[in-house]
């Protein structure tokens, strides 16, 4: 199984600055590593697809980087409402997707 | 437009049995493997089982294998999740994905 780690868990960041997220695999998943955004009581939004296509209707904002083992989620100035969970998940293994734990973007 | 509404959840005892149903709209149904996702309260994402597009292959996560069953009704557009000899850690969200399409989730509650 592919386990994938995010750091950090928990991200602090002021309204306006940017925000990075990392994840990392055990073994190369070359691009096919997915981010998702949720917020209490919702389903997985996917942000991000491919590593660095942004999905449907997600602003410019959000944009990843990254290949193989190591992967990036950056906000470029943060908003209200992007404080949330975001997950990573590779779907190279298939079927045995792995998700990481979370990183939880909150205020500062 | 991609549509997953997933139903039959509820609150079941130790032990006992539930059907979850993902009726699918939007796409070629029968084109696609589909996949079933939970999240305990308060945890990340765990993925728990998968399906061909023609339910010749399936897939189980260790924590669930022997007791869940997966299973596809192309003519019907829907995915199902039988589920049994349930658990309280079982207590999860359950969501019906496909590719990187996903519901919004169905709760399932086992708890005496």
């Known amino acids: 199984e592919i386990v994938m780690t995010q750091s950090p868990a928990t991200l602090s960041v002021s309204p306006g600055e940017r925000a990075t997220l990392s994840c990392r695999a055990s073994q190369s998943v070359s691009s096919n590593l997915a981010w998702y955004q949720q917020k209490p009581g919702q389903a997985p939004r996917l942000l991000i697809y491919g590593a660095s296509t942004r999905a449907t209707g997600i602003p410019a904002r959000f944009s990843g980087s990254g290949s193989g083992t190591e992967f990036t989620l950056t906000i470029s100035s943060l908003q209200s409402e992007d404080f949330a969970v975001y997950y990573c998940?590779?779907?190279?293994?298939?079927?045995?997707?792995?998700f990481g734990q979370g990183t939880k973007v909150e205020i500062k | 437009e991609v549509q997953l509404v997933e139903s039959g959840g509820g609150l079941v005892q130790p032990g006992g049995s539930l059907r979850l149903s993902c009726s699918a709209s939007?796409?070629?149904?029968?084109?696609?493997?589909m996949h079933w996702v939970r999240q305990a309260p308060g945890k990340g994402l765990e993925y728990v089982s998968a399906i061909s597009s023609n339910g010749g292959s399936t897939y189980y996560a260790d924590s669930v294998k022997g007791r869940f069953t997966i299973s596809r009704d192309n003519s019907k557009n829907t995915l199902y999740l039988q589920m049994s000899s349930l658990r309280a850690e079982d207590t999860a969200v359950y969501y019906c994905?496909?590719?990187?399409?996903w519901g919004q989730g169905t709760l399932v509650t086992v708890s005496s």
């Open positions: 998940q590779q779907y190279n293994n298939w079927p045995q997707w792995t």
């Open positions: 939007g796409f070629t149904f029968s084109s696609y493997a």
């Open positions: 994905v496909k590719d990187l399409d």
